[in-house]
């Protein structure tokens, strides 16, 4: 049993100061992302949110460049982001599948062009890889209260605004009619995507946030059709992955000969990637109307 | 700016701009800019192993694409579809990063993968590049009616025998053989705002499709010829550039839309 237990978590697992701080953190992290994910998903905007990380990717490296820490770029980025793509229009379909486009092609010309002058000008050796894929290990510790500051708005950003938000998701035609202010509801959520993708820039990378916004949510709307399960269940798979990924790669220094560990992201997402797949599996079986995909908005507004 | 190192560079841009023009206008036209920015990011994944394991990058950069712009066929067939392609997404680069962790490369080389190099640009490069392009452009004059047929009526397309399906899948790997041969050139993320930016440009000026296709090459080639002078001239990344005027394209293909139908409203 014991013998089970020590391959499983490789000596020094839970005694390691970087680990707790990356549980920690990794933990706050997934549970604000998955909660967001949820309406990420149900409003179809995975593009936007996925763009936004890449705006965030300018912010970090800019902030990097005039010497801040990045997460006040990831956030600033992000902010500035969802802004220019809520003004450009994303309301239509159609046009905000352009809109998100081209502010994500802007925003990724600006980060190589930061990231750039970042590493020929500054003494920031590694700041594409740093920027870019993140690492949950090497957190700076007087990040953390930020990192609890931001998720917790976000957290009550999403609790303020719920039922609306939860309404103007499903059916923006009848959340207007009822009185809701769709436009307000629609930019505090954008606020709230922001502050997630911000977090998750951080501990797992910019461009690789978006696995811990979208998997975990889409997997558990496959799942439920209720809002408040998806919620909950979104966030256990997301802390649940981050787990399994830290874990891993903690293990992974002791996996090869030259004591060179494997990325943390890497095992996040694959965990992440894996669950959505295996989710699909019963669905498959099970499904009796062949063809046409569901999306979850219909599947829990629906006939 | 024209010296003998930076020929193979300008002849590699014309072919780029040639073929992120017409195959970006589809990808405007169908609205899936999002599969567009994916697939680059898978073969930024197939450069990183090809690297590894000491295969030409070329290759890895094809089969990756291929098998990003296949799997996101598959997979959206059953998930919805935004939600696939931002998986399949982040899990190509999960797989990018796990290769360049595992390989020995130094950073410049990711970030060039990522952001572009036109010096690194080979005259070996050019023939299978030059092929690429050839097939890509071959695939779209192909299936130039169906595809067009589907993008803008689906119903009626399907109607005559078109799987709009199928048509998704083998539109993807057009964009996956685009990408393959571009990625050395203007990097995996931005041959994204070389597809997006022309090309809409060239739609809100026009909406003829041949008329649309031609200017959104035009401005393609304006873009990257643009970008690899000031790139030579600044040292700044090519990327850059490359978004920058992408961006800008579109702003002036908006605004001048805007114009014309405010004249239009007056007269």
Request: aromatic residues 8%; glycine residues 12%; contains cysteine.
């Amino acid at each position: 049993m014991s013998a089970i237990y020590r391959a499983v978590f490789e000596p020094g697992f839970f005694s390691s100061g970087p680990v707790r701080v990356a549980i920690g953190l990794g933990t706050l992290t997934a549970v604000v992302s998955a909660l967001v994910g949820v309406f990420t998903v149900i409003r179809g905007q995975s593009f936007g949110g996925h763009a936004l990380t890449d705006v965030s990717t300018a912010g970090g490296s800019g902030a990097l460049l005039i010497g801040m820490t990045p997460l006040a770029g990831f956030v600033a980025g992000g902010l500035i982001g969802a802004g220019a793509m809520e003004m450009i229009g994303v309301q239509r379909r159609r046009g905000r599948d352009l809109a998100t486009g081209i502010v994500l092609g802007a925003a990724t010309g600006a980060a190589a062009l930061f990231l750039y002058l970042d590493t020929t000008q500054g003494a920031t050796t590694g700041a594409t890889q740093q920027i870019l894929f993140g690492s949950i290990f090497v957190v700076d510790s007087s990040t953390v209260p930020y990192v609890v500051g931001f998720g917790a708005l976000a957290l009550v950003l999403l609790a303020v605004t719920y039922r609306p938000l939860v309404l103007s998701s499903f059916n923006p035609d009848m959340a207007s009619a009822r009185g809701i202010p769709v436009r307000l509801v629609g930019a505090l959520y954008m606020v709230a995507l922001a502050l997630a993708v911000g977090l998750s820039s951080l501990a797992i990378g910019t461009i690789l946030s978006t696995a811990l916004l979208v998997g975990p949510a889409a997997t558990a709307l496959r799942i439920t059709r209720r809002v408040g399960s998806a919620l909950l269940l979104s966030a256990i798979i997301g802390v649940g992955a981050t787990w399994a990924g830290v874990l891993l790669a903690y293990d992974s220094y002791y996996w090869g000969a030259g004591g060179n560990g494997w990325p943390v992201s890497f095992f996040i997402v694959a965990a992440v990637f894996v669950t959505y797949l295996v989710s699909g599996l019963p669905a498959r079986r099970a499904t009796t109307r062949p063809g046409r995909p569901t999306s979850p908005a219909t599947e829990v507004w629906g006939p | 700016m024209f010296a003998a190192f930076m020929i193979n560079a300008w002849v590699i841009a014309t072919i780029v701009g040639v073929v992120a023009g017409v195959v970006g206008f589809f990808v405007v036209l169908r609205g899936s800019a999002f599969a567009a920015h994916a697939i680059p990011n898978g073969a930024f994944a197939g450069a990183a192993g090809a690297n590894l394991v000491g295969l030409s990058s070329l290759l890895g950069l094809a089969v990756f694409s291929l098998l990003a712009a296949l799997g996101i066929g598959a997979l959206g067939r059953r998930g919805r579809h935004d939600v696939v392609t931002a998986l399949a997404l982040v899990l190509m680069l999960a797989l990018g990063a796990l290769f360049l962790s595992r390989s020995t490369e130094y950073e410049p080389e990711i970030y060039s993968l990522l952001f572009g190099e036109i010096l690194g640009v080979s005259s070996a490069q050019i023939l299978p590049v030059a092929l690429l392009g050839l097939g890509c452009i071959g695939a779209i004059v192909v299936l130039y009616r169906p595809l067009m047929l589907s993008s803008v009526v689906p119903e009626v397309a399907e109607a005559k025998g078109v799987r709009s399906h199928r048509m998704q899948s083998s539109f993807l790997v057009v964009i996956a053989l685009a990408t393959a041969m571009t990625v050395p050139v203007v990097g995996a993320l931005l041959i994204f705002s070389l597809m997006i930016g022309p090309p809409a440009a060239a739609r809100s000026l026009t909406a003829r499709p041949l008329l649309a296709i031609v200017l959104s090459v035009v401005l393609a080639l304006l873009t990257v010829w643009t970008a690899i002078a000031s790139s030579y001239l600044t040292n700044w990344p090519v990327g850059f550039f490359v978004g920058a005027l992408g961006a800008g394209c579109y702003a002036l293909g908006r605004g001048g839309a805007t114009w014309r139908r405010r004249r239009s409203l007056e007269m």
